[in-house]
């Protein structure tokens, strides 16, 4: 069995089938299903984190930057 993305989970039967034994299989299947099914929307999630991300790491290079031209203007006027 592989893991990763090429994992794959296959479930076959008709809904007897799901229903024998009160429904364990089908109690065992809902949340293998909501769970991929949740995927992608945790995908766009952490897609938008990287970006906010970006964003403050950028606003602190730009922060440094300028706090560094401030103290090289007040040595230089020094």
């Known amino acids: 069995m592989t893991s990763g993305p090429d ?12 229903k024998i034994g009160g429904g364990i299989i089908g109690e065992l299947r809902d949340p293998v299903i909501r769970a ?13 984190e990287e970006q906010e991300d970006a964003e403050r790491e950028l606003q602190e290079a730009e922060r440094k930057r300028q706090e560094e031209i401030e103290k ?7």
């Open 7 to 18: 994992q794959r989970l296959f479930l076959i039967g008709d809904e007897e089938e799901y």
């Open 36 to 48: 991929m099914s949740a995927t992608k929307e945790f995908d766009d999630l952490d897609q938008i």
């Open 72 to 78: 090289l203007e007040k040595d230089v006027s020094s």
